[in-house]
């Protein structure tokens, strides 16, 4: 049987082995623009987990490992890959719930529960990635237990991890781009080092202490929280483990409510997670404690870091600060974006708070939600501008104390046009589908640098090249960047076309830029028209949006 302290090893152990691979998971990516690569993000969303883990006794039951773990990775998830892998473990959870230690059929009921979970998350779920992995890993252990009903736990981990290898070696048999580049499946890779590194704990050795790699990922602190006269002290955040008999949100917020303000209480199924500003962070962890045992406890001593922050400490990063919902908001906005013209270009269209992040710095769960619970509207309509961003964005849907809905937007100038079509005296429901129908009328160019070489669709890419992006897809390779604009520009423009809005990077000069838009106008129709804004977006050059 595999006890509870085993099994936060071996959960440590995968992480540790993820940050030590994860340039080299990185590197199995196709695609070969700079992105939020899976091992980066796989390797945030598990390292999310390891402070909730580390302070768990050597006699907390697996169930509650599998649980701790679970809720810390939801709040920790980044990018398509890291949301996959938190949902995985969600149903690991989900399967282990209440066991003080588990043996093999507990093993291969987590397996199962993790990859209904994942598959149930994901609304075309393909074939070669690291969803098959998971499914054909659960599948080999059922038949393993089902054929030899007394396997050890770790014999039967073995098995497990053996599949996941097979499995991954078989991707690129089920994705031709795989095939192609002579790759295996980034993210099926990713989750084979964790269940390996996992095995090798519950087999009796040492946890995975492989030398980590550089994390890129910031805490949060408290002086940002506020901006003006500091009424209560202690910024103050926890998490209750729910006692099911006896667990009361409402009641607990009713309570923070009275010694507090800035108060967040966020339900789920097995915590409460508490956010409130205090000078009795004491009495407020104490009636708590009536609801279950507290995890995750953060005080800060708001008044002595924002008299750091004014004296010029800049080491701290300011969160979001939370607002009650005003019952007179009927709608308010969350973008995620990079660079400070393209924020400003939404908080010019009405959007509330804009999320720093983007192609290659996705942004957690936890991100988006603080910056919905700054938003005081009963309706909060999320922008995520990228696609390896829409699946955390979602997660918070069911996370937030108000209604959260999350527009998918692909691209920025998808959400940029997603706000121009924006009614405010509109109900929801028209604003959704307006809000669409905006971006599917929205044409989207993108000019980068490739990120390492590959051949990818047909095109030969070597690292440091010229790539040009239509509407997600690449489109060709250019030596020089004014000449990829104009051919993008021209391929995008059609006979119904009327707008082209050119958005210039932070490598870009302003003179760089007007030659660009010279050019463009020179070779344009001209019935188009056409602005040039400076964006200041890493990664892109320039944005094109053509309607």
Not at 129 to 140: F, I, K, Q
Request: hydrophobic fraction near 40%; aromatic fraction near 6%; charged fraction near 20%.
């Amino acid at each position: 049987m595999i006890k509870g302290n085993t099994l936060r090893d071996a959960l440590l152990s995968g992480a540790n082995i993820m940050a030590a691979h994860r340039k080299q998971i990185d590197a199995l990516n196709v695609f070969p623009v700079p992105d939020g690569d899976t091992g980066t993000n796989m390797s945030m969303t598990m390292s999310a987990a390891k402070n909730d883990l580390g302070t768990l006794e050597d006699t907390t039951g697996a169930g509650e490992v599998a649980a701790t773990a679970a809720e810390a990775l939801l709040w920790g998830a980044r990018g398509n890959s890291g949301v996959i892998l938190s949902l995985l473990f969600r149903g690991f959870a989900k399967g282990m719930a209440g066991k003080p230690e588990v043996g093999a059929k507990d093993l291969v009921a987590a397996l199962e529960a993790g990859v209904e979970a994942a598959y149930k998350a994901v609304m075309k779920p393909t074939e070669g990635t690291m969803l098959t992995v998971a499914r054909e890993s659960a599948a080999h252990a059922k038949h393993v237990c089902e054929k030899n009903p007394g396997v050890e736990p770790a014999a039967l981990w073995s098995e497990v991890v053996a599949a996941a290898e097979k499995s991954v070696e078989n991707t690129p048999e089920l994705l031709p781009v795989l095939k192609k580049a002579g790759v295996v499946d980034s993210g099926g890779k990713g989750l084979h080092l964790i269940f390996k590194a996992m095995g090798q704990v519950f087999s009796g050795g040492e946890i995975f202490s492989g030398q980590p790699q550089d994390s890129t990922e910031a805490e949060h602190s408290a002086p940002g929280e506020f901006d003006g006269e500091i009424t209560f002290t202690y910024c103050t955040e926890f998490v209750v483990i729910k006692d099911k008999a006896k667990a009361d949100a409402t009641a607990l917020r009713a309570y923070l409510e009275t010694i507090g303000d800035s108060v967040v209480t966020v339900d789920d199924a097995n915590i409460i997670k508490c956010h409130i500003h205090t000078d009795n962070p004491g009495d407020a962890m104490q009636e708590a404690l009536k609801s279950g045992q507290l995890t995750k406890i953060k005080i800060d001593n708001m008044r002595e870091q924002h008299k750091g922050a004014r004296t010029g400490n800049k080491s701290a990063e300011s969160k979001f600060p939370y607002k009650a919902v005003d019952p007179s908001c009927e709608y308010g906005f969350v973008a995620v974006a990079a660079g400070k013209g393209v924020q400003t270009l939404f908080g010019d269209l009405g959007v509330d708070n804009v999320v720093s992040g983007g192609q290659t710095m996705n942004p957690s769960t936890d991100n988006i939600l603080e910056a919905i619970h700054a938003t005081p509207a009963k309706n909060v309509i999320v922008l995520p501008n990228n696609k390896n961003i829409i699946m955390a964005a979602e997660q918070t849907v069911r996370l937030a104390d108000r209604n959260v809905y999350v527009l998918p937007t692909k691209s920025i100038p998808q959400g940029l046009s997603a706000m121009l079509s924006f009614d405010p005296g509109a109900p929801l429901s028209e604003n959704q589908l307006n809000m669409r129908k905006a971006t599917e009328r929205v044409g989207s160019g993108l000019v980068t640098f490739a990120a390492r070489d590959a051949t990818f669709e047909g095109h030969k890419v070597k690292k440091g090249g010229i790539l040009a992006l239509e509407n997600g897809k690449l489109a060709f390779t250019e030596k020089d960047v004014g000449r990829a604009v104009l051919r993008l520009a021209r391929s995008m423009v059609t006979r119904e076309s009327s707008f082209v809005t050119l958005i210039y990077g932070e490598g870009v000069s302003h003179e760089q830029a007007a030659e660009v838009e010279k050019t463009l106008r020179q070779k344009l129709p001209e019935s188009i028209e056409l602005a040039l804004l400076h964006g200041g977006q890493p990664v892109y050059y320039y944005m094109l949006s053509v309607e």
